[in-house]
């Protein structure tokens, strides 16, 4: 104290900072100590550029307090492992009287049928025929045989297209966080697309390459567009791009006398080409337009003749007879991305350079009750409503809610809680960065002591010492910033731990990289076989996919009003966290005490994964229900 | 490639029949690539009397890929920017929209139209475009005033 004393007397004649036209700059006398503003970005930028790496430090400050901790409690949780057994048996009792109402729930009994597409496989053949050089008009006229009155019967069933024909053949047993989903391969996704080009083609009795065009027009919205087509066929076709003009085949041709608008080339052997429109142009030119818009802009499903306002698009078979081969593979790789990204039932694997696409029947609407996470055959987890990371328990909307507000807020409020109080009158976030305890706030001109948040004038004498902790306003001022300041710590709180386990999972999985080094010399070190150290492995997968969990739970809490479920919550995710570090501090033994730790691991890894589906199916429920209540609007 | 040759034609028709009121030159009687234009004000507009120039310039992958359109000329304009580019936002000369049959003469009549009738909805200068459509008088005013110092020969 008396060394703020010795600082502050000088300071105590040019005291009161009237002249503060830059509001926001609380005095302390002696030094300058300013006040970052509001909790905003802007805020944000004022720590970060006035007070340069403080927000940082003292975030890192936040976060290595935290993970002692964290370690900590792994050896306890390890050690006391017998005593918390029975408390984890209650709670799985506990659970278990949820578990029964959890996995009774009927699960819907739609088979996730593999073979998708095996109905359509007996005509693949043909179908790629139509899609690439297209077929001769014999096979056309073929496929056109299997007429208009199988329509109602055709159409009955598979709304979304996905011909899940065989689906309730067998009943998956699902958990009650899981979703139904199909992993298609480019292949697959192509069959897809020309199965239902085939059906529309023989329905409507046009060529498949124009029902391609109609299809991708009414984006494989087969009933809306049969329906339109009957209603009104000629507007249809020409808002398509079609035209109605079915006549002839086109092909390449010489032309006497022609001369191409494009090059304004002439010749007698010019070899020209055009679409039922009619709009002729040489073949040079119409392959240079071509490959301008399939490589130059990414375009395929809605190249348009290169004729002066002309809408017709180009079909597939055009093309075909146009172009080389490399450019036709581009085209048809191009039609591929626009069907999955048409279809609301498909989405492209985020993972990089995964080239499979998922096919679940969630709907947007759906996301309020339920968080599809699928799995890509490439391994990678993803939501389907949001194609982020897996982020159950957590909601799409409230993970998108989270992580905006992390992105604005953690850094800036981590070091606002470490480095600052608020001005007990009008609330102005005040850093004191030196000087005294006589603080007068530049915005509002209170006066007020640092240490008890008192009125300083009732300091009376004893300017320099705050003896007086008991005093009303400053007890008062006290509860005041303790509760505007709770909810800032709540955040913290829930901050920290995500963010932690986000940080354990790294390193976990750093270390999962060091665990074939390791499971080779468990193999030389003792003596167990190749499938025998495997269990590493799936527990150094447990342990990415318990982490990933718990760190959402995180998320999800900080959102949730407090009741009865919160607290059943609460338990679940207390006991997944022990399991996790449990198992995350036996995973670090060295190589030679692992060997004799495999039951052990193997229990752990086991008991863990567990946990996660009771904690996933219990959140899972009570989603899907409405039941749990939620501290924002979403 | 052909672009020669169609650049050729479509100049040599430009000068012998020019359309209303837009006279063409190449700047560089040795390059086919860049043209001037003098296009006149329409009547009725307030850019009446002004004579404005305007540079075209043809892409090596003409007719592939659309030309370019700018004011060399200062013009108060909602769909000119008002900058020592001024550049020109045509909906036909996007990259997607622009159909290697189309032509410049048609391009140049659209430009000149748009000075009778700006499209405030596509516009690149958002405040001439609000002026336009909420106190068209003082548009009117500010066009005539920057016409008549920057586009009449005094």
């Given amino acids: 104290m008396g060394r703020w004393a010795l600082v502050m007397v000088p300071g105590l004649v040019p005291g009161r900072p009237g002249s503060g036209r830059g509001a926001h700059k609380p005095a302390c006398h002696g030094q300058n100590a300013f006040t970052t503003p509001p909790l905003t970005r802007k805020r944000k930028a004022a720590a970060a550029t006035l007070v340069d790496n403080k927000p940082r430090t003292a975030a890192t400050k936040a976060f290595v307090a935290l993970s002692p901790a964290a370690t900590r409690t792994s050896p306890s949780g390890h050690s006391s492992r017998k005593k918390h057994k029975p408390a984890d048996q209650n709670l799985d009792s506990d659970s278990t009287s949820a578990t029964p109402r959890n996995f009774s729930v009927p699960v819907r009994a739609k088979s996730s049928s593999p073979d998708l597409n095996t109905p359509a496989s007996t005509s693949m053949e043909s179908d790629e ?8 008009p014999d096979d056309f006229l073929d496929t056109q045989g299997s007429d208009v009155e199988s329509l109602g019967e055709d159409f009955g069933d598979d709304f979304d297209g996905g011909f899940s024909k065989d689906k309730d053949i067998i009943a998956t047993k699902r958990k009650p966080y899981e979703v139904e989903f199909n992993v298609l391969s480019p292949g697959d996704i192509e069959r897809q697309q020309n199965l239902q080009i085939n059906e529309v083609s023989s329905i409507l009795g046009l060529p498949p390459e124009s029902s391609a065009i109609l299809l991708r027009y009414g984006r494989w919205n087969r009933e809306k567009l049969i329906e339109s087509y009957m209603d009104h066929p000629e507007t249809t076709l020409e808002e398509a791009g079609l035209g109605t003009n079915f006549e002839g085949t086109p092909k390449t041709e010489v032309i006497p006398g022609f001369v191409c608008d494009i090059c304004c080339e002439d010749g007698d052997d010019l070899e020209t080409y055009a679409m039922r429109c009619g709009h002729r142009f040489c073949v040079d030119c119409y392959r240079h337009y071509l490959r301008q818009k399939i490589r130059g802009e990414g375009e395929a499903a809605r190249i348009e003749c290169p004729g002066d306002s002309c809408n017709m698009i180009v079909d597939s078979k055009s093309l075909g007879l146009l172009v080389t081969d490399d450019l036709k593979e581009r085209y048809h790789a191009l039609l591929t991305r626009t069907y999955v990204d048409d279809k609301d039932n498909l989405k492209w694997c985020p993972a990089p350079n995964c080239e499979y696409a998922v096919d679940c029947p969630i709907k947007q609407r759906d996301l309020r009750r339920v968080v599809p996470t699928v799995q890509c055959d490439c391994k990678h987890y993803f939501c389907f409503g949001c194609t982020l990371n897996d982020h159950q328990p957590a909601p799409c909307t409230l993970v998108k809610m989270w992580l905006k507000k992390c992105e604005d807020d953690s850094e800036t409020a981590n070091w606002i809680s470490a480095n600052t109080k608020e001005c007990p009158r009008c609330h102005s976030t005040i850093e004191k960065n030196g000087g005294c305890n006589h603080m007068t706030c530049r915005k509002c001109k209170h006066e007020f002591c640092w240490m008890c948040m008192g009125l300083w004038s009732e300091h009376g004498t004893s300017w320099y010492n705050c003896n007086r902790f008991e005093e009303k306003s400053g007890s008062e001022a006290r509860t005041a910033q303790a509760r505007s300041r709770a909810s800032l710590e709540r955040y913290l709180h829930y901050y920290n731990r995500y963010a932690n386990h986000e940080q354990s999972a790294k390193l976990d999985k750093d270390l999962y990289l060091k665990t074939e080094k390791k499971m080779t010399s468990l193999q030389s070190q003792s003596g167990l076989s190749w499938i025998e150290v495997q269990f590493l492995d799936t527990a150094s997968q447990a342990l990415q996919q318990c982490r990933q969990t718990l760190k959402w739970t995180y998320a999800f ?26 198992l995350s501090e036996m995973f670090e033994k060295p190589v030679p005490e692992l060997a004799n730790l495999k039951v052990d691991i193997l229990d752990k890894t086991a008991y863990c994964n567990k946990r996660r589906v009771i904690l996933l199916s219990d959140t899972a429920e009570n989603l899907k229900n409405g039941e749990w209540t939620f501290n924002v609007d979403w | ?100 049959s189309s032509r410049i003469q048609a391009v140049l009549q659209f430009a000149r139209q748009l000075l009778a009738e700006p499209m405030p909805d596509d516009a690149v200068e958002g405040r001439i475009a609000e002026q336009y459509k909420n106190d068209r008088k003082r548009y009117e005013e500010v066009a005539k005033e920057w016409t008549r110092k920057y586009a009449v020969d005094s």
């Avoid at chain 1, 006991?575 to 449990?582: G, K």
């Avoid at chain 2, 020019?18 to 009687?29: C, M, T, Y």
């Fill in chain 2, 1 to 100: 490639m052909g672009s020669q040759k169609r650049i050729a034609k479509e100049l040599a028709e430009l000068v012998e029949s020019p359309p209303e009121g837009i006279l063409v030159k190449l700047a560089d009687e040795s390059n086919l690539y860049t043209w001037h234009i003098y296009m006149d004000g329409p009547e009725g507009s307030p850019y009446y009397n002004g004579k404005f120039l305007l540079n075209l310039t043809l892409p090596t992958e003409y007719p592939f890929k659309p030309p370019t359109v700018s004011f060399k000329t200062k013009i108060y304009h909602p769909n000119v920017t008002n900058d020592d580019k001024g550049s020109m936002c045509l909906g036909m000369l996007r990259a997607d929209e622009w159909k290697p």
């Fill in chain 1, 557 to 582: 809490a900080y959102y949730l009003s407090r009741n009865n479920l919160t607290e059943i919550f609460e338990d679940n995710q207390k006991d997944l966290e022990m399991a996790v570090e449990s």
């Fill in chain 1, 129 to 136: 025929d139509f899609m690439s050089v297209g077929s001769s």
